[in-house]
């Protein structure tokens, strides 16, 4: 006499829900990879987004390719109070909000003042 009360799942389902599984990891990977913001085909933003890196200061402001820096020896550097090394942002193009660019260049799409689409890291 064999034991009774085998796994209620058989062999077949069992196989089926990995298959699945497997199917919507891989299908998740793959969306997870695309959505990587890709700084692109020619890799050369245009238009570069920084937050002033002195929290009481708070400056945000821009910089574009080729425009002159005012005198300031690195774009990164704020325009208002002076602090180096700003913080990489994105800018919502429809309210002009800026946001600071988390670690791998993820933030925060849709803008999280306004809801609209944000435009490509440092690209127009
Ligand atoms: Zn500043
Ligand atoms: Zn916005």
Same mark, same amino acid.
């Given at each position: 006499?064999?034991?009774k009360g085998k796994?209620?799942?058989?062999k077949?389902?069992?196989i089926a829900?990995v298959?699945i599984?497997?199917a919507g !990891?891989?299908f998740?990977?793959?969306?997870?990879?695309?959505?990587?913001?890709a700084?692109?085909?020619?890799?050369?933003p245009?238009?570069?987004?920084?937050?002033?890196?002195?929290?009481?200061?708070?400056?945000t402001f821009s910089w574009?390719?080729?425009?002159?820096?005012g005198?300031?020896?690195?774009?990164d550097i704020? +325009?208002?109070?002076?602090?180096?090394?700003?913080?990489q942002?994105?800018?919502?193009d !429809?309210c002009?909000?800026?946001q600071?660019?988390?670690g791998?260049?993820?933030?925060e799409?849709?803008? +999280?003042?306004?809801g !609209?689409?944000?435009p +490509?890291?440092?690209?127009?």
């Amino acid at each position: 006499m064999r034991p009774k009360g085998k796994n209620p799942v058989s062999k077949p389902v069992q196989i089926a829900i990995v298959v699945i599984c497997l199917a919507g !990891a891989a299908f998740f990977l793959f969306n997870f990879i695309s959505a990587e913001p890709a700084n692109s085909e020619d890799g050369v933003p245009d238009e570069y987004h920084y937050l002033c890196s002195d929290s009481k200061c708070g400056n945000t402001f821009s910089w574009t390719r080729g425009e002159d820096l005012g005198g300031r020896q690195f774009p990164d550097i704020c +325009p208002k109070c002076g602090a180096p090394d700003g913080y990489q942002a994105a800018k919502c193009d !429809a309210c002009g909000h800026y946001q600071m660019v988390q670690g791998h260049g993820s933030y925060e799409d849709p803008c +999280p003042e306004c809801g !609209a689409d944000m435009p +490509p890291l440092g690209k127009h």
